[in-house]
């Protein structure tokens, strides 16, 4: 670089020569000197070669420059003189004081072809001007003979063997070396793709789009080494907001094309959905006619919906990243942890985890370096698994649903067999999606429907909110219920709006989805009178919608089965009915229910017996009994179940008699004259 710029500082001198008296040479006697003659310069090596001949990785580097300024003999002084100025900022000063308008493509002109006006070489200093001033990151907004060149470092380091990146464009570069996950969902696009571009020169645009997190950057990648080439990728943020680029970052990503032979891939690029009519088409106008004289490919990524082939002439390869299937998941999951968990892969529950989540390819490498990260050891069980699965997915912006703690297992519930045999009939619908759908080929024949819907009905406290808690817990997924009174609205379209909110958070994070108290929503559609009618009944038909295309599990609870439409039935996968238990049933339900109370002369058989309750109505009074129990001596007596069970009667409006309560009907009596404590 020292060899360039004495090259600029023998042109200068000969330049100010005739023109500044010897006091000016002192001052900047560091850079010129009023000694230099014509035959100095004449007999200096001017080709890269001879310049660097003991050094020929930089005579390789001067050459890309000179290839860049074409023979232009101006635009080689200005890089000269720009890196002349980078050894020493006070070139700048020297080049004002001797009347120039600093560092500026005029500057190079007047001393290259000294004696010739500005105005007579205009026209050559304007084409000079178009080769480097990308390079020198001159404003190509501004008038061109007097723009000023941006001193930054970037190109004398890169000059001395610095291939990094400008460090403000937050760039990466692909260099083909680096282990990749397999190219699962895009193998065949990314084959395709490489055969595109291998048979067609020039410049051309790959889009890839999906959604955040579906591996549109390491399609970009398997591309890039397909093609034998290095990748630099740029995000949109380093250079550009919501449509619209920032002159001076995306100058530095141009230089950098400049300095190299990479492909660029700029990634996340993102414009507001209200803004793409009016900002996308004259962004990427601009982005091709850029990066058209560059002559090699360009990747752009984007969000779902973008729309890039309509607005270049460029010839364009589209890709769309899809959600992965489930054997694709199980794949992606088995790659992720056999390229980190090393020995514990063998384990991993790759095809349970696909199965039961919906995940991008990037939330699943994620997952499995932060599970690395968390238990190095390798003990993991596939709970801890879906723990973390739900720590990646929670953003916090859930909306109208809440999350219920799945406390209750496999045991606690105490059901009829056929209720049970039903349940793991849906869990085994949910763990075996995978055989059935991809291995047996029946997903191309249920392009819909295929969400596990469950409804539940019966009366109230028969176990149905236990049920989802423990379907959930079951299946190792969140459980979240939905909140119909923040849902239900009395404004046209909002209930519609609402309800899409609620299965587009759930489908993107995997959750089950609870409607208690559902019939509020699954009311008959009624013959339409009025527009009321006519509003109520889109609210059916768009939630029967969403439960067609929904592909998680939807959960719901209805005391009042007979008041839903009937086309809801028949879209429910499973209708599960519960009823009030048997003797027998009761009698399990009150022995789990007072299991570990220290107790004295407690009758179960008699409980059973008198008593037609439900399941939630005898936790309630166990609760209450034990209560009085404990500040009545700390054991629990038919004294005290007695009154449980005459308050709990009494909560609902019912009235008892002591009759009722058969032989233990006197400590009814007691308590209720006043008795009993």
């Known amino acids: 670089m ?13 330049f ?28 200096c090596p001017t080709t890269p070669e001879e310049l660097f001949e003991d050094e020929p990785a930089l005579a390789a580097r001067f050459a890309r420059l000179c290839a860049i300024c074409d023979g232009d003999a101006a635009a080689r002084t200005a890089i000269e003189l720009y890196l002349l100025a980078q050894m020493d900022g006070r070139v700048v000063d020297l080049l004002r004081e001797a009347g120039f308008n600093g560092l500026t ?20 200093l304007r084409s000079a001007f178009e080769k480097i001033s990308v390079l020198l990151r001159a404003d190509p907004m501004a008038e061109p003979l007097c723009a000023p060149f941006q001193l930054d470092g970037r190109l004398a380091a890169w000059l001395m063997g610095d291939d990094l990146p400008d460090e403000r464009l937050c760039a990466e570069v692909d260099d083909g ?7 699962v969902l895009t193998g065949e696009s990314i084959e ?19 959604e955040d997190g579906s591996g549109r950057r390491h399609m970009a990648r398997h591309l890039a080494r397909r093609l034998g080439r290095e990748l630099l990728l740029v995000p949109f943020d380093a250079v550009g907001a919501d449509g619209a680029l920032d002159d001076a970052a995306w100058r530095r990503v141009l230089r950098e094309l400049l300095l190299s032979d990479r492909l660029l891939c700029l990634y996340g690029l ?69 390229q980190m968990l090393g020995s514990g892969a063998a384990s991993f529950p790759a095809e349970s985890l696909a199965s039961k989540m919906t995940l991008t390819a990037g939330q699943m490498e994620r997952i499995v370096r932060l599970l690395r990260f968390q238990n190095p050891r390798g003990q993991w069980s596939e709970r801890d698994i879906f723990k973390l699965c739900y720590q990646v997915l929670d953003d916090g912006r859930y909306e109208n649903i809440r999350f219920v703690d799945t406390t209750y297992t496999w045991d ?33 024949r249920y392009p819909y429907g295929r969400c596990v819907s469950v409804l539940m009905s019966g009366p109230p406290g028969t176990g149905k909110t236990m049920t989802a808690q423990v379907l959930a817990s079951k299946l190792g997924l969140e459980l979240y219920k939905v909140d119909l009174s923040q849902i239900v609205d009395k404004y046209i379209g909002e209930t519609e709006k609402r309800l899409g909110q609620v299965f587009d958070q759930a489908e993107k994070s995997n959750l089950v989805l609870f409607f208690d108290e559902a019939d509020a929503l699954l009311g008959k559609r009624s013959e ?19 439960m067609e295309e929904y592909r998680g599990i939807v959960l719901m609870a209805t005391n009042q089965a007979g008041s839903m439409d009937s086309a809801f039935l028949r879209r429910f996968r499973y209708h599960l009915t519960f009823t009030l238990p048997d003797e027998a049933m009761r009698r399990k339900l009150w022995e789990a229910a007072l299991d570990g109370i220290p107790s004295d002369g407690v009758q179960m058989e008699y409980l059973a017996r008198q008593f037609d309750l439900s399941g939630a109505q005898i936790k309630n009074i166990a609760l209450n009994a034990a209560y009085r129990a404990a500040s009545d001596g700390g054991v629990l007596h038919m004294a005290h179940l007695v009154r449980a069970v005459f308050q709990e009667f009494h909560k609902e409006g019912k009235v008892m008699l002591s009759s009722e309560f058969g032989e233990y009907g006197v400590m009814l009596s007691d308590y209720l004259s006043g008795g009993g404590s």
Not at 105 to 124: D, K, L
Not at 192 to 210: E, M, N, T
């Open 528 to 546: 339409v009178k009025d527009a009321k009618d006519k509003y109520a009944n889109t609210e059916v038909a768009y939630l029967l919608q969403r």
């Open 2 to 14: 020292k060899r360039l710029a004495a090259l600029a500082a023998l042109k200068l001198s000969l």
């Open 192 to 210: 395709r793709a490489a055969a595109v571009l291998r048979a067609k020169d020039g410049f051309s645009i790959v889009h890839i789009s999906g």
């Open 270 to 338: 993102r414009c507001a959905p209200e803004k793409r009519t009016e900002r996308l088409p004259a962004l990427l106008h601009r982005l091709e006619r850029d990066l058209a004289p560059f002559g090699r490919a360009v990747l752009l990524t984007t969000q779902e919906g973008v729309k890039v082939t309509p607005f270049v002439r460029a010839d364009a390869f589209a890709v769309s990243i899809p959600r992965p299937t489930i054997l694709q998941s199980a794949r992606l999951w088995r790659s992720f942890a056999e």
């Open 16 to 43: 100010l020569k005739p023109r500044v008296d010897d006091a000016f040479f002192k001052r900047y006697s560091r850079f010129i000197a009023p000694d230099v003659t014509e035959e100095e310069l004449l007999d």
């Open 105 to 124: 493509v005029e500057t190079a002109g007047r001393i290259t072809w000294r004696g010739e006006e500005t105005v007579e070489m205009a026209a050559r």
């Open 412 to 444: 606690d519930l105490l059901l009829a067999d056929s209720l049970k045999a039903a349940l793991r009939d849906i869990c085994a619908q949910v763990e075996h999606q995978g055989l059935v759908l991809d291995e047996w080929g029946l997903r191309r």
């Open 177 to 183: 070396t680096g282990e990749l996950p397999a190219a």
